[in-house]
């Protein structure tokens, strides 16, 4: 068994390792992830690939005999799954619930292989196991053909680019080998992959039982009508395209590099073309241009950087570079832009809320960004596009992608690492979501914001106190408005320029196109904060009394404003107080179902973690919750000469 | 272009995990284990920040059971990067002489590793840890992030990891919760000693093959490394060539007999060896879950 491989490789071992190690530096990787369900054998195929290279060693073989005893589901015989069957957890379940990774090597190459699940929640660890991926193998039970989920697995590989697909028809001994249902199966499959239309330019059908090893490691003799390659001849010799030598430069800077006063270096991964002293580049998004002068390294200078490799450039002329630009080629620079379409991923089993603050990942950089109302959704099982209002937990959509300022890009189609970028929740910081950039849809034009002289500082010294947002929560009827209201009053009567922005100013204004559905809400509430980021950069310090239910929208809130000049003021009034108080009469409406969304009934408030200030109302009347907050801003050093 | 080799973008993606780490973190700390992962570890960092000496320090969680030879090599490593080295011993095992003979190798790791690991990071108020360890190592392992989450009590919940896509790391964190970050994942024990070769990185003699005192126990052979080893009676320490695979506490420790004293010798040695490299570490035989357990508990 075997014999393709390692008999010739084990022979230079013992022979001459000088020159089996001078060989295998030389090796080139391949990364490919396997797509399929435990029923069609996926980890039986892995397990018995790494049994096949002689990737598994007597203790480990000795292991897996008794496991294969104990939780074994093949009787006497080797249960090659429970190789890669990690976690305990999921041996008891006995599915493979998350991405594995495993390695092998033959005389040619080394692979990484991801091993996903195919259990249609899981979609988000198949759509990561790709990522990384130059080629998928995709199996098929021969007795069931192509299914539901084939077709679902071979539109997530083309969603993340692979060109590559190996349709690994399995369990072909239990149809008897039968070269007519391969025949059928790879037609049907080749089909199905033209009308998908996407980045899978080749497919290559193996007939395969990984059980018994057939067309594993060399050619099966139950299958004399396969004249092709067996698994890892074709995995060993398949070629990759590298990126191509004329492929302009891209390099996010990741880390300045500055040992002294006299080096200036940047250090950041390759991640398109290459490099060399003397190339002239751009710099993203400050459009600053130079030309490179060393490429540093331990080893001393480096003639030339290529893709993939991490380097430390530095360059001819002093230009301000920090981390998350992007040098890239003068004469082919990446785009920049703050919008885009995109396709997006939904891992998280909270939906998207369109309009949201999130934070969005790309190169070096995360920004703030926001995303639409899907255009449309893809049922990946039909391909057909759905009208939707939201993405939910494995659904992919098309939507536009915002950011709040402009990045330096490609198109996912042309740069794999330049066009990706992951979607960040704020507040439980998991990764929600996963998109590639189709392209920009509006093109920012090196927008710079002017330095003004007269700045915030300039204003805080002639209004002889400090800027800051007194940002007022709590449920409808708790009291905001009326402490808000005595509050401006005590700060005028200091001499303090305020402002107070409420409902009545607010929602019949700037907001009256709003409504109170939660996506309307999150609008009312970032304009909010945009209007008190300005009032505060004028120099003012600016009331808000606002129900404002939801801690993401308070946080971008206070995102918005520098340190220490957010100040978050929790007005805690039960719901039973301030229902028994309804001073419009709106919790009876809400309560009769008059009034939808309302805030405490039918809609959620989000309390304040630790706000700056927790004002009691039941214990605290008003005029002496004022005076608190009046008495907090004094001893945080904000009323200057008004104290 | 010349595509990369299969080592060279081992060594691309470690450097931009180091550096990404790095960037988005407050007070990184590299956990310094002495070992062959940990001299590779170390040497990437060095490339990675060069001309600049990495910015942050070596973490040593001592159990004062190590090799003598190991202690050497830490004092080296330190002395040629010009990092600062933190050594920490858990007082209360040092209180209480936790050692591998009277307490045994489950308590004794327990004691000086896992509880003085946590006690170092609190101390010094870590926000992301380096260690070593590979994908390739152990089964549940091979499903590890490359940056892996630890609860403010340094728990590690495997059924709600952070999906890892591209290039991009998330790396945001609360207050209190720390990154364990491992550069080497992708790395395989051959690639670890191909890499030692062609870049001559040092390490500890002590993988090398040379003469030295052994007693066989329990089936495994424990060097007598210093005076405080317990001979049993009957108990002579006899010469031997050998060299070890793993490096850990010197009684915990089995050693191989083996006339490899060059790294090509023992790479051949390994490539045709029939039993993986945890073999020789005592801990990993209580059961096959064993290491997935110690994990969650909060061991490295």
């Not at chain 1, 993340?160 to 001994?173: P, R, S, T």
């Not at chain 1, 594993?216 to 001849?233: D, F, R």
């Not at chain 2, 040629?80 to 003979?101: C, D």
């Not at chain 2, 993988?207 to 052979?221: C, F, H, I, Q, S």
């Amino acid at each position: 068994m075997n014999t393709a491989f390692q008999s010739t490789d084990r022979a230079l071992i013992e022979t001459d390792i000088e020159q089996y190690l001078r060989t295998h530096e030389n090796k080139s990787l391949l990364r490919f992830i396997t797509c399929g369900s435990v029923d069609d054998g996926k980890s039986t195929l892995i397990g018995r690939m790494l049994y096949e290279a002689k990737a598994l060693l007597d203790d480990q073989m000795s292991t897996l005999d008794a496991d294969s005893k104990k939780h074994g589901t093949q009787g006497d015989e080797l249960d090659f799954a429970l190789l890669v069957d990690g976690l305990s957890a999921e041996r008891e379940q006995g599915i493979t619930i998350d991405v594995a990774y495993r390695f092998f090597s033959t005389d040619k190459r080394k692979f990484i292989v991801a091993d996903t699940p195919g259990h249609e929640q899981y979609t988000r660890n198949m759509v990561t196991g790709a990522s990384t991926a130059d080629l998928a193998v995709i199996l098929i039970d021969a007795r069931k053909g192509v299914l539901t989920q084939t077709r679902r697995h071979s539109y997530l590989v083309s969603l993340v680019g692979i060109k590559h697909v190996v349709l690994a028809v399995n369990k072909l001994d239990l149809v008897g080998y039968s070269e007519q249902v391969f025949n059928e199966i790879d037609r049907e499959y080749r089909a199905f992959i033209e009308r998908l239309d996407g980045s899978i330019e080749r497919v290559t059908s193996i007939p395969m039982a990984a059980l018994r090893g057939d067309n594993i490691a060399e050619a099966s003799t139950n299958t004399p009508w396969y004249t092709g390659p067996n698994l890892l001849e074709f995995l060993e010799n398949v070629e990759i395209a590298a990126s191509s030598t004329n492929a302009p430069l891209r390099m996010p800077v990741q880390w300045v590099n500055r040992p002294n006063l006299d080096f200036r270096g940047f250090s950041g991964r390759i991640l398109g073309g290459s490099v060399k002293p003397g190339d002239a580049i751009r710099v993203l998004p400050s459009g600053k241009t130079s030309t490179v002068a060393r490429i540093v390294s331990l080893d001393g200078d480096k003639a030339q950087g290529v893709s993939g490799e991490s380097v430390t450039l530095t360059l001819a002329d002093e230009i301000d570079i920090s981390r998350g630009d992007v040098i890239s080629s003068a004469h082919d620079p990446a785009g920049l832009a703050d919008q885009f379409e995109a396709t997006i991923a939904w891992l998280d089993e909270t939906p998207m809320l369109p309009g949201r603050a999130y934070l969005v990942k790309t190169g070096a950089s995360t920004v703030g960004g926001s995303i639409s109302k899907p255009k449309y959704v893809v049922e990946v099982n039909t391909l057909d596009r759905l009208v939707a209002k939201t993405l939910n937990v494995n659904e992919v959509g098309v939507c536009t992608l915002t950011l709040d300022r402009a990045i330096a890009f490609d198109p996912y189609a042309d740069n794999r690492d330049m066009g990706s970028f992951i979607v960040i929740d704020r507040l439980s910081n998991h990764t929600i979501a996963a998109g590639t950039i189709h392209f920009a849809l509006r093109r920012s034009q090196n927008i710079h914001w002017q330095a003004l002289e007269v700045d915030k500082a300039a204003r805080a010294r002639l209004n002889g106190h400090k800027p800051c947002v007194l940002w007022f929560t709590g449920l409808s009827g708790s009291g905001k408005s009326t402490i808000a209201n005595l509050v401006e009053r005590k700060l005028h009567a200091l001499g303090v320029r305020t402002y107070l922005l409420d409902g009545d100013n607010v929602r019949h204004g700037l907001n009256k196109d709003l409504g109170f559905t939660a996506p309307d809400r999150i609008e009312n509430i970032r304009r909010i904060g945009e209007v008190a980021k300005l009032m505060v950069d004028a120099g003012l310090i600016v009331l808000t009394a606002f129900i404002s239910p939801f801690r993401s929208e308070r946080k971008l809130a206070r995102d918005m404003v520098g340190a220490g000049e957010f100040v978050e003021i929790f007005v805690d009034t039960s719901l039973a107080v301030v229902e028994a108080r309804d001073p419009k009469g709106l919790y009876k409406k809400a309560r009769r179902g008059e009034l939808k969304n309302f805030t405490g009934i039918d809609s959620p408030y989000e309390a304040p973690d630790a706000p700056e200030l927790h004002l009691e109302t039941e214990k605290l009347n008003a005029e002496a919750a004022a005076d608190s907050i009046v008495a907090e801003l004094r001893a945080r050093g904000v009323l200057g000469l008004h104290a | 272009m010349p595509s990369l080799t299969h080592l060279q973008r081992l060594e691309a993606e470690s450097i931009d995990i180091l550096r990404e780490a790095v960037a988005e973190s407050q007070r990184p700390v590299m956990l310094y284990s002495i070992g062959k992962d940990s001299s590779v570890m170390l040497h990437l960092a060095r490339k990675a920040f060069y001309p600049s000496r990495p910015p942050f320090p070596l973490l040593h969680v001592d159990t004062t059971w190590k090799f003598r030879d190991m202690y050497a090599m830490r004092e080296r490593a330190a002395r040629e990067s010009g990092m600062e080295l933190i050594v920490h011993k858990n007082p209360e095992a040092e209180a209480l002489g936790i050692n591998p003979f009277t307490h045994g190798s489950a308590k004794h790791t327990d004691m000086w590793k896992t509880q003085g690991l946590k006690q170092a990071l609190d101390l010094h108020r870590f926000d992301l840890a380096f260690g070593g360890a590979r994908r390739d190592e152990e089964k549940s392992r091979a499903k590890e992030r490359v940056f892996s989450f630890r609860s403010a009590q340094h728990q590690w919940d495997p059924k709600n990891q952070r999906p890892e896509l591209w290039r991009l790391y998330n790396t945001r964190k609360n207050p209190g919760e720390s990154i364990r970050v491992f550069p080497l994942s992708n790395w395989t024990e051959l690639d670890i000693w191909q890499y030692i070769h062609l870049e001559d990185i040092p390490i500890v003699p002590l993988y090398l093959a040379a003469e030295r005192p052994v007693v066989e126990r329990d089936g495994m052979l424990i060097m007598v490394d210093d005076e405080r080893f317990p001979l049993r009676s009957g108990e002579t320490p006899k010469n031997k060539s050998v060299r070890f695979r793993t490096l850990g506490c010197y009684p915990l420790s089995g050693a191989i007999e083996s006339t490899a004293a060059t790294l090509p010798a023992i790479i051949q040695e390994m490539l045709l060896a029939t039993t993986t490299e945890r073999q020789g570490r005592l801990i990993d035989h209580d059961s096959s879950a064993s290491m997935e357990k110690k994990k969650a508990e909060g061991y490295f």
